[in-house]
């Protein structure tokens, strides 16, 4: 009669000795992921320097006709009121002395 740690010690998934890919599949699969990896930055970094350091500043419609009452508030003057925006906050309180 088998004892329970003889039953959990033994092999029951075959000949682990064959067939074994695993290590070189592994290793492929870093090396392709990092050479991606490395091109990829290599990419990104040539689309990088292509760019103008400075966009030209966009400028609003020419179209004088056009103009903003259009514009309809979404709140309908139904929001609760917010704090003032020129309130001091956490380092801007001025210290007194």
Known sequence: MLTTAQVLAENNFGDTRSGGL??????FLIVLLATATVLLIRNMNARLRRLP??????????DA??????VVDPTDGTAAEESPTNAPKGSQQRRNG
């Open 22 to 27: 695993a290590g070189p599949m592994g290793l």
């Open 65 to 70: 006709a056009r103009t903003d009452g259009a």
């Open 53 to 62: 350091d400075r966009f030209p500043q966009q400028t609003g419609p020419a």
